[in-house]
């Protein structure tokens, strides 16, 4: 199946810093990719949905100006996490699929703590 | 709006016996659901998606139902053994049909 990369695995920074996580698709261009977030023992969130060239768009409650995403290529998107606080500590998620496909492919995922 | 069940938190099972996981939805009429297994500090990865003309989809010892007057799916392990334990999540698609929405999943312990 199709191979989504996501980086880094584990990052640890202080409050009011910024972090940013990559999703790149390694073997096929994704003009779409899903960011997601879980706390633990609960279901994956949907957070927002990446569109390459264009504004993502954002799941409600989900705040676009903390929550930055960027998807510059076909193969990458960003999310960066802008003035981290603690209650910020989850682990993200992006996913992807291959045009033609209805599964997706998951990226290794981010856990975050902000200290 | 859409809601996901899966029936428990925590399945524990004997090595070679079958697991059984429940997903039901409501207030909503899926094109196709999906089953994913996460283990513990990793994404998900694809099992197995079956579409709504479809009651029975098998992948080796994996086996899903679905049944869309009840709403519901069934996942099955046959012959389940303890490199089997881990979260299962069911998937559907959103309204939209532009992204998946999860179930809290079901964690499977497999003990020998």
């Known amino acids: 199946g199709a191979v989504v990369s996501q980086h880094p695995s584990r990052v640890i920074c202080k409050s009011g810093t910024s972090v940013k996580i990559e999703c790149r698709s390694l073997?096929?261009?994704?003009?779409?990719m899903f960011w997601y977030r879980q706390f633990p023992k609960q279901s994956l969130m949907l957070m927002a949905t990446?569109?390459?060239?264009?504004?993502?768009?954002?799941e409600q409650g989900v705040e676009k100006d903390k929550f930055l995403i960027n998807h510059a290529s076909l193969t990458l998107s960003t999310l960066t996490v802008t003035s981290a606080h603690p209650e910020d500590s989850s682990f993200y998620i992006c996913?992807?699929?291959?045009?033609?496909?209805?599964?997706?492919?998951f990226g290794q995922g981010t856990r975050l703590t902000v200290v | 709006s859409q809601k996901i069940e899966q029936n428990s938190e925590a399945l524990n099972i004997q090595e070679g016996k079958t697991a059984t996981l429940t997903c039901n939805y409501t207030?909503?009429?899926?094109?196709?659901l999906q089953w994913y297994r996460q283990d513990p500090g990793r994404g998900p990865v694809f099992l197995l998606l079956?579409?709504?003309?479809?009651k029975e989809k098998r992948k080796e010892r994996l086996k899903v139902t679905f049944d869309t007057t009840l709403k519901q799916s069934l996942f099955h392990i046959t012959a389940s053994q303890p490199a089997d334990s881990a979260t299962y999540l069911c998937?559907?698609?959103?309204?939209?049909?532009?992204?998946?929405?999860f179930g809290k999943g079901t964690t499977l312990s497999v003990s020998s």
């Open positions: 996913s992807a699929s291959d045009p033609g496909d209805t599964e997706a492919f």
């Open positions: 073997d096929f261009q994704a003009t779409t």
């Open positions: 990446s569109n390459e060239g264009s504004k993502a768009t954002y």
């Open positions: 207030n909503y009429s899926p094109a196709y």
């Open positions: 079956i579409r709504e003309n479809e």
């Open positions: 998937a559907l698609d959103n309204q939209a049909g532009t992204a998946l929405i």
